[in-house]
């Protein structure tokens, strides 16, 4: 059984930082070798797609809204995935969600993402 795990949520006022972590193990899969992407959903709005990393952490991708602001990167030693927040607004006010690919292209579809966390809340008052 896959287990994905984020911590690091809180409340923060705008244009301050906070960083999430994700780890993810378990079965049969192999951190090294999935890209993990991160969602959000906010409150009464869809999840929607915040960014992703390749295996070896060379490729990223990321949503317009966040671009420049965010930044996602990995440990492969310690099987975790990290989502940088900074200059974050009122609009970033959401759950946060790591999941892990069942494929190793950058693909912001949520359903090519097996394997999801139980979220973790990021509350940005102005």
């Known amino acids: 059984q896959v287990q994905v795990r984020e911590s690091g949520g809180g409340l923060v006022q705008a244009g301050e930082s906070l960083r999430l972590s994700c780890t993810a193990s378990g079965g049969t899969f192999t951190f090294n070798q999935n890209v993990m992407a991160w969602f959000r959903q906010a409150p009464g709005k869809a999840r929607e797609f915040v960014g992703n990393i390749g295996w070896n952490g060379a490729n990223t991708r990321y949503a317009d809204s966040v671009k420049g602001r965010f930044t996602i990167s990995r440990d492969n030693a310690k099987s975790t995935v990290y989502l940088q927040m900074n200059s974050l607004k009122p609009e970033d006010t959401a759950i946060y969600y790591c999941?892990?690919?069942?494929?190793?292209?950058?693909?912001?579809?949520?359903?090519?993402?097996?394997?999801w966390g139980q979220g973790t809340q990021v509350t940005v008052s102005s």
């Open positions: 999941a892990a690919s069942g494929t190793n292209q950058l693909l912001a579809q949520q359903s090519v993402y097996l394997w």
